[in-house]
């Protein structure tokens, strides 16, 4: 008897140290660092190696974590499954990272069971390099990007083997410019076309930090941003145009701090998971 209760208890701690962790009072954010890209060419931005700080780009992944459920937004260049046996790195084209994914939200006490919601910026390689790990998530796209996604040619821009489990996943098709995530306002993905079809941003309202804009790839290097440069490789370089107005006008109108994802020097100085922003 004294054995079965033993064991009983051990099962019930067991279950509950995998448990996710409680749900906080207010929204986190945990910047991951899902990578770093070397890119071989600027000149796609139309800036040469002289006008940037650095050529490289960061490739960060974003969990959100909201009193009423989880969210990732953006899942990486390199799969976790690029990680060979005793390798400290992985690459997918001319990205490397150099931790699974799924070993940085360990690190914060979830697995990818435990995200509610899978969200991404746009269906480049570089965004969707883990998307096969949410295929139990709640899929919240917008429709030309999924139609861009499981196109037949595939676009050479996304790397479709990463995402492919998402076709059958339980999916939100996002019909509003302004979706808001959880009811409360607090988590809103906002539609700004034109890098590519249905391209969105998102925006956080935290509590102590304040409000946030994350950029997805409306801007990659700050330069553009300064010199109002388009990529010479936009979908739709008018749209591009126009998105980067409403976004600026929302920026200024709300006062929220714009995070540029690809923008190396910056995301270096925002605090990496497991600490987050609340
Ligand atoms: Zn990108």
């Known amino acids: 008897m004294k054995k079965i209760r033993v064991a009983l208890i051990l099962a019930v701690l067991a279950v509950t140290s995998l448990a996710a962790p409680k749900p906080p009072l207010s929204v986190h954010l945990y910047v991951i660092d899902c990578g770093v890209l070397d890119i071989p060419d600027t000149s796609p931005y139309r800036l040469t190696k002289e006008d940037v700080v650095t050529t490289k780009m960061s490739a960060p992944c974003f969990l959100v974590v909201h009193p009423k459920g989880t969210m990732m937004w953006d899942t990486g260049p390199v799969p976790d499954t690029n990680f060979k046996p005793g390798s400290a790195t992985a690459t997918m084209r001319y990205a490397t990272t150099t931790k699974p994914l799924t070993a940085r939200l360990a690190e914060i006490g979830y697995t990818p069971a435990d995200i509610t919601y899978l969200t991404i910026s746009h269906f480049h390689w570089d965004h969707v390099g883990n998307g096969n790990l949410f295929a139990g998530s709640t899929w919240l796209v917008r429709q030309k990007e999924r139609d861009i996604m499981f196109a037949d040619p595939p676009s050479p821009r996304t790397e479709p083997a990463n995402f492919s489990a998402l076709k059958n996943s339980k999916t939100v ?106």
């Open 173 to 278: 098709i996002i019909k509003d410019a302004d979706y808001d995530v959880f009811g409360d306002g607090t988590v809103i993905l906002k539609s700004a076309p034109g890098h590519s079809p249905d391209h969105q941003v998102l925006f956080l309202k935290l509590k102590k930090t304040g409000p946030v804009l994350i950029s997805g790839d409306l801007y990659h290097y700050p330069e553009e941003r300064k010199r109002k440069l388009i990529p010479t490789t936009e979908f739709d370089a008018d749209q591009t145009v126009a998105s980067r107005a409403a976004i600026e006008a929302f920026i200024k109108q709300t006062g929220a701090q714009l995070w540029i994802q690809h923008d190396l020097p910056a995301n270096a100085k925002l605090k990496k998971s497991p600490a987050y922003y609340d």
